[in-house]
Structures are given as structure tokens and as C-alpha cells.
Nanobody
């Protein structure tokens, strides 16, 4: 079992930055691949970025490439999402997710076993 708790969301103006954190407990974090997803009002939850167990592999959805960076610190059992040059269309609830079945789990929601409660990110224009 893995418990995930996000923090760091909030309100920011367009062009600004935020860093989300996701703290994990309950299982060896280094054996869990991680991802971030987001869900805007009236839309389905969508993939944002993913990182492998050791941080050696990452991927991003096209709309955030060059602006967002995923990283992890296995000593602190935490995964981060640094978001720069934020746009109003980035407004959503952001969820971190954990995947235990593979070294790297990519963008499929169905691959992820554990989810955080979500953190609201609002970008004003």
C-alpha cells in the first residue's frame, strides 16, 4: 500500500511558477514509478508527466514540454513537479500517482495503482 499526499498548489498569474510536491509513505518509494495527471472542470483526467523508479526516464505531454519538469528524491520519498511559464489552460486539479508494476509506467491512467487526493492549481490571465 502507498499513501500519496500532494502539496504546493495555489493561485498564480500567467507566466508565473509553482512547484508541486507529492510525499509517499507505506512502501519502498524507490520501487514505485510515479506520474502526474491533471483534471480541469468538465474534462477527463489527463496525463502530464511521468518518471521511472530511479529518475532515469521521463516523459511529458506535448502541451507542457519545456515548461514543466518532473523530478524525484528517493531519499525523501518525494516526487516534484516544477511548473514554469504557467498558462490559464494549465488550471486544473493535479494528482500524483504511483505505479508498482513496472520500472516506468508512462501516460496510461490504468497503469497506476495509487493516487493522491489532488492539489488545485489556478492560473489567472
Amino acid at each position: 500500500q502507498v499513501q500519496l499526499v500532494e502539496s504546493g498548489g495555489g493561485l498564480v498569474q500567467a507566466g508565473g511558477s509553482l512547484r508541486l510536491s507529492c510525499a509517499a509513505s507505506g512502501r519502498t518509494f524507490s520501487s514505485t514509478a510515479m506520474g502526474w495527471f491533471r483534471q480541469a472542470p468538465g474534462k477527463e483526467r489527463e496525463f502530464v508527466t511521468a518518471i521511472s523508479r530511479d529518475g532515469g526516464s521521463t516523459s511529458y505531454t506535448d502541451s507542457v514540454k519545456g515548461r514543466f519538469t518532473i523530478s524525484r528524491d528517493n531519499a525523501k520519498n518525494t516526487v516534484y513537479l516544477q511548473m514554469n511559464s504557467l498558462k490559464p489552460e494549465d488550471t486544473a486539479v493535479y494528482y500524483c500517482a504511483g505505479c508498482t508494476g513496472s520500472y516506468y509506467c508512462g501516460g496510461r491512467r490504468e497503469s497506476y495503482d495509487y493516487w493522491g487526493q489532488g492539489s488545485q492549481v489556478t492560473v489567472s490571465s
